[in-house]
Each structure stands twice: as structure tokens, then as C-alpha cells.
């Protein structure tokens, strides 16, 4: 069983520019969510994906954006980077009903630096 | 508001000892109540979590739990700490229905000393 893998693990960002991360969710999972991770803090809600629809988001702008695709690997867009959006960006992924549930199986995240 | 508390930002244990962290909760609904580790350079691991029935749920490498609806607590505890647990921890809180919307504690992080 392959778990939740995630590309990059580490990239280095200028303020104003733009990234995509990327993610591929566990076998059999149907949903993706994202988190953003801050230096010495939990982990932050972005938001969830369900069949290829934004399906809940937290309190971040619309800079923040997402794409699940049909084989349920998913993206998170990031546009006009600041500073703060350096963090450690988790991809979790669950199964059917996990999704409401909040049993999440997290990779290993991406790691942004914005200089 | 709903939040989670994690009193502890550091613990040092030594191997063998007992171990507990803390974690309070705030939260509107019913909540279903989690505990994730995070090793250094590494995703989230589930180590257990808590929907409803018995209020002491066990989890994977030992760990167990207890939910103690009056004291709004989920705390974790271990009876014999292992220096492969030095990690960092994190409580969580959702509900049914909250789309993957997982409420995060900042993190206990956890030493062992030999």
C-alpha cells in the first residue's frame, strides 16, 4: 500500500512569485486536505478536496487555491508569495467517510521557504 | 472559539519513566479527539483517536488516552517511554461533518534521556 506522497520536499521561493504543490493521496483515499504548517506551530487548515471540489476551507485567502484530479491526486497553488506563507505545507489524505471524519494519513509535506 | 491547548511546549522524560502530556480542548460540537506524532523531517502519524464509547482509547506503540468530558482533557499517557518516542505530539479535535477541518494544539515536543 503506498502512502501519501508529496513533491517537492524543499524549494526556495521569491516574494511575489508563484508555486504549485503537489500530491499524490494514499490508495483507495478519495479525499485530499491540505495544511499549512508555521515554524513551532500545529498544523493550519487550507482546505479539503471530494471529487474534484473544494469541499470546506479554513481562513486563508484566495491566493490559496486547489485541484483534485480524477485519480484523486491534488494540487495547492499559491499566488503573490509573502513572507509568511514560508511553512511546511502537509497533503492528508482519507478514505471513505474518513473524510467527515477527520482520520487523516499525512505525507511528508513540502517544505517553502519565500525569500 | 474552538482551540486547543497544550500546556506543555517541552518535555524530558528518561527512558523507562512514565509519560504524560496534556491537552484541553474548546470546541461547540461533540468532538471526536486525536493525537498525531511528528518526527523530525517526517509527516503526521495517527496514534489513536476517540468518536464516542469507552472514554480510554488505546493507540499504536503503546500509547493510550483518556477522554474526560468534564475537564474538556484528552490526555496522553504511556507507561514506559522508549527514546524512539522522542517526536513531537499534537492533539487535534473535529467533528462529523467538518470536512477534514482538523483543530490543531501548538505541540508538546518530547525528549528521552538514556
Known sequence: ETGVTQSPTHLIKTRGQQVTL?????SGHNTVSW????????PQFIFQYYREEENGRGNFPPRFSGLQFPNY????????????????????SSGPGQGTT?????????????? | AQSVTQPDIHITVSEGA??????NYSYGATP???????????????????????????????????FKRSQSSFNLRKPSVHW??????????GARGSQGNLIFGKGTKLSVKP
Open chain 1, 73 to 92: 491526486s491534488s494540487e495547492l497553488n499559491v499566488n503573490a508569495l509573502e513572507l509568511d506563507d514560508s511553512a511546511l505545507y502537509l497533503c492528508a
Open chain 1, 22 to 26: 503537489r500530491c499524490s493521496s494514499q
Open chain 2, 32 to 66: 471526536y479527539l486525536f493525537w498525531y506524532v511528528q518526527s523530525p523531517g517526517q509527516g503526521l502519524q495517527l496514534l489513536l483517536k476517540y468518536f464516542s464509547g469507552d472514554t480510554l482509547v488505546q493507540g499504536i506503540k503503546g500509547f493510550e488516552a483518556e
Open chain 2, 84 to 93: 524512539s518516542d522522542a517526536a513531537e505530539y499534537f492533539c487535534a479535535v
Open chain 1, 35 to 42: 495544511y499549512q504548517q508555521a515554524l513551532g506551530q500545529g
Open chain 2, 18 to 23: 512514565s509519560l504524560e502530556l496534556r491537552c
Open chain 1, 102 to 115: 477527520g482520520e487523516l494519513f499525512f505525507g511528508e509535506g513540502s517544505r517553502l521557504t519565500v525569500l
